[in-house]
């Protein structure tokens, strides 16, 4: 899958590296050097994915996302030299899709490059409509509706509604969602599909405290209610 890539990175011969490695991937690449430049380019240019570094000169990458996820449903890897959990779980609680501590490798983020697109490009414009009490999920559009009312979600927010839609009622363990959503190019913990679902939640539900959809069974995992 052809895509156009917008790379975020303040070290010029990272971003460089980078792009040499998604060209070879047959994708468009443009490189800016600060968050000014990423909001800006992100909005001319609308790319399919932004791989974004967290510290960046003028706006911070974490600022960026913020902003980006607000306007957008872009895809977003974020890539940073801050490594612990808890910063891993902050940028995909403001809306990152994928994150990767540096030191980076090409081939790696590459390959997370290409898992990201899948699930964005996921399924074309003729996919049916999944349906679930007032919630539509169109894979084909990569578009949720609850009660008719549109609602952003990231594309791993996504793969897991439309994995848990297309059998309402059933209980995925966090190892299925795992395997199906996140893909088997990455280490992801149980927490991070937590954090996940938290965060769609949020955006689905009238009281995300008592979620009338996304349900938790507790010691198994996650469903669908089927009414």
Known sequence: ??????????????????RLYLEREGHQVLTVGDGRAALDQARARKPDLIVLDV??????????CRILRAESRVAILLVTARSSENDMLLGLDIGADDYMAKPVSPRELTARVRALLRRVGAGDASAQVIRVGGIEVDPGRFEVRVD???????AKEFGILEQLAREPGRVFTRGEIIDKTFGFE?????RTVDAHVVNLRRKIEANPAEPRYVQTVYGRGYRLADR
Request: zero cysteines.
């Open 186 to 190: 990455q280490e992801v913990s149980e």
């Open 55 to 64: 510290m960046m000169p003028l706006v911070d990458g974490l600022d960026v």
């Open 1 to 18: 899958m052809t895509a156009r890539i917008l790379v975020a990175d303040d070290d010029p011969k990272h971003a460089q590296l980078i």
């Open 148 to 154: 008719g009312v549109p609602v952003g979600l990231t």
